[in-house]
Each structure stands twice: as C-alpha cells, then as structure tokens.
C-alpha cells in the first residue's frame, strides 16, 4: 500500500505521463492540444477509503458551531461518507463526459521559469461563428470545474441574440488535472503561461474573466498582454484602502459604504486569514499533513469554503468531497503554493489600465460570519482608480463563486456585459 501511494502522488494517472514520455521516445510534441481523459488510478482511491475509514477523529470542546474550524461531529460523518458511499468514479465519468478536455505543452515562458509545462485545460468551442474567446481563471479553492454550471450555455446560449463564446477554462498550474511546476512560478509567469495557451489554441483576442487568486493571473495578463485583452471581466476586483483612505477613517470622513468595507477588510485580513498565511510562508511544512490525509484536507479546505460561500445555496456533502478530491488527488502542495507568489499582489497598489474592465460583485445574504457581510463591495470609485470601467454591477447573494451558486445570475451578467460593449 505504501508504495502504490507514494507512486500515486507522483504520477497519478498514465495519463499525465502521456506527454513526457513522447518526448522521451523522440516524438516532438509540437505544443499542440491533445485530447485528455480523466483516469485516477483505482489503487489510489481505494487508499484514500482507507485512510477515511481509519480517520482519527478529533475531540471537540463545548463552543459555538464553526467557533474554532469544522464541526467535528461532521467530519466525522464525512469521514465515514468517503470511505463507504462517495463514488469518485462516477463523479471523473461525468466530468469527462460533459466537457471537451486537452492538455497542452506551453513552451519555457522565461529565464526565470526554463521549462516546459503541461497544462490542463476544457475548451468547449461554441457553434456560432461570432463566438467571442474567453478565458476563465479560477482561485482556491477551485479547479476548471468552478465553471462546470456556465461553460455549456456559455458556449452555445439557447437564445440566439445573446453572445457566445468559445470557453477556456484552464486548472492553473498545481490545480486539478495540471502538473505543478517544478521551480517556482511567479506571477508574470503564471499570466505567460495563460496568455501562451490562448495564443497556441489560435486566438490573439479574447475576453478575461477572473476570481480569486485568479484576480492575480489576469492583472499580470493585461500588465502584459494588454493588447490582446478585449474586456477583463472579474467578480473579484479587491482594492486595499491607500494612506488617504485610512487618514480619512480615522478622522470619520469616510463615507458609510467605505468604512463598511474597510471594517471589514481589516477585520478578514487580522482574523479570518491564517490559511492564506500559512500558504504564503510554508507551504511545503503544511502539505506534508494535508497530502497524508484527505478528510484533513477537506476540513482544512471546508473552513475557507464555508466562510465564503453564498450559505443560502444548498451544497451537498457530495459536491463538498468531489471539490476537495479534484485538489488532493493531484497533491495539494501544487496548488496552496501559489499564494506564495499570487498573494501579495491582490493587496497592493496597481497601476491604471485602459483595458475595458467590467466588475460584478456579490454580497451574502445569510452571512455566517458577519465579517463578510461588505468584503465583496469594494466601492465603485475605488475601482476606477485603475480600471477602465465600463461595467459594475451589485448583487445581494453570490458570495465568492457566483457561477456555481448563481449561474443564471451570472449567465445574465455576461451577456449583458458583451451587449453593453458591442454599442
């Protein structure tokens, strides 16, 4: 058991394998898309069950539900729910079924990252010929599959005046069904890279969309590809309060809506952000435990997903396990790692850019932690302190995947959005 794991976390499926050991043979892999099959080895699930089945439980104290982390009353019972009921094969079957899936060689993108890199990615081209590009960048805790809801009527919309588009959707490096980097990958690197799969997949202009550390990928992409960018559409436009805002605070001359979201800014950064802290400074030291134990992982990754999800939205224990699996499957060091290079970046200054910029941003209605009740609305002139917009629009509920718990909502907004700019 012990050496088909570690063979597991190494190379996970022959498919991975597939690329290196063409070029192994001599095969030039010519750095075009290749068709893709999702195939987790079973020997591996099977050690996942185990090691569920074999959970340790953790004995909880008398305090409020989520006072401290996950209810351990439920890990437990998901714990129990992995090892006997959770089908990860139906699950890969349907994923593979319902999107086109490739993998791609992208060419060394620098001196600072000399390698080639395989990259995962859904391309589900649309039928109509006036389909617009459009690449969709996730975070964490997400994969390609925080689209899986908008990617299919994206693609090809049932009302025919409304725009289409050819979707992207790529598992940045580490995440999902994309290699992690075996050097480390910077931020401009990490846009090299996505621009580099939009430029080989044939298209030269196309629409950026962008959450979460995602945010990131896209502000680099434009910094340096912006004459390619048609329109950066993002869910996630974080502005930190420069030195004037916060001398404005402290003599109350901010407005209500900018000490609402200051407050709460503040209050994320100081109490509700250790994950992301730990992910920035040592990550390897804390994906040695998550990797040995996937209901550890999943209740290390619940705590972040809980505080941001919209919780007026059922999300069943089966959608909770199978977003934890497309993360720990591939070895969860690959992917909490980008913080360090992604993380400081969505919490500084950036400079203005004439990219049409279109925000959407999504509030929570039945907030469980108070705290996030105003981190989402950033105020719209802060935006425009370096963004060219020409889109905003607010919404009560969403939280911070608002295509998987929202995605007509969203649906809606994008098609109003490439209305919008097309007059």
Request: glycine letters at 4%.
């Amino acid at each position: 058991m012990r050496c088909l794991s570690i063979r597991s976390i190494i190379c996970l499926t022959a498919a991975f394998l597939s690329p290196v050991l063409a070029r192994s043979h001599g095969q030039s892999p010519h750095y075009q898309p290749r068709p893709y099959k999702i195939d987790v080895s079973p020997a591996f699930i099977d050690e996942i069950r185990f090691k569920a089945a074999h959970y340790h439980p953790t004995v909880g104290i008398s305090a409020p539900a989520w006072f401290d982390g996950p209810p351990t009353a439920d890990i437990s019972q998901i714990a129990k729910y992995i090892a006997s009921d959770y089908d990860w094969f139906a699950f890969q079957e349907a994923v593979n079924t319902n999107f086109s899936h490739y993998t791609i060689t992208i060419p060394a993108v620098g001196s600072s990252y000399p390698h080639d890199l395989d990259l995962h990615f859904i391309h589900q081209k649309s039928e109509r010929e006036d389909a617009i590009p459009i690449i969709l960048l996730h975070g964490w805790p997400s994969t390609s599959l925080e689209w899986e809801k908008i990617i299919r009527p994206l693609a090809n919309p049932q009302d025919s005046s409304k725009p289409a588009f050819h979707v992207v959707a790529p598992d940045l490096p580490g995440y999902g069904f994309s290699p992690a980097p075996i050097s480390p990958l910077g931020a401009p690197e990490y846009a090299a890279v996505c621009a580099s799969l939009m430029q080989q997949l044939g298209y030269e202009k196309y629409a950026l969309y962008s959450t979460d550390l995602g945010f990131v990928v896209a502000v680099y992409m434009i910094d340096q590809f912006e004459e390619r960018i048609l329109n950066h559409v993002t869910d996630y436009y974080l502005v930190p309060p420069n030195a004037t805002d916060l001398e404005r605070l402290t003599r109350n001359q901010t407005t209500a809506e900018e000490s609402r979201y200051i407050s709460s800014l503040s209050e994320f950064r100081a109490n509700f952000s250790a994950y992301s802290s730990v992910h920035a400074t040592f990550p390897l030291s804390v994906a040695y435990a998550l990797n040995d134990s996937p209901v550890g992982f999943l209740a290390w990754m619940w705590q972040l997903d809980y505080l941001v999800r919209d919780s007026s939205v059922p999300y069943s224990v089966e959608e909770l396990v199978s977003q934890a699996m497309t993360l720990f499957v591939p070895g969860v060091y690959g992917n909490i790692r980008s913080y360090k290079e992604l993380l400081g970046t969505i919490f500084s200054e950036r400079k203005a850019s004439g990219v049409r910029t279109s925000v959407t941003q999504w509030g929570y209605p039945k907030p469980t932690y108070p705290v996030v009740t105003s981190l989402n609305f950033v105020p719209r002139d802060w935006v425009e302190r370096s963004a060219n917009l020409t889109f905003f629009r607010r919404h009560e509920s969403g939280g911070h995947f608002p295509a998987y718990t929202r995605p007509e909502t969203w649906l809606e907004d994008i098609w109003d959005i490439f209305a919008f700019a097309a007059e």
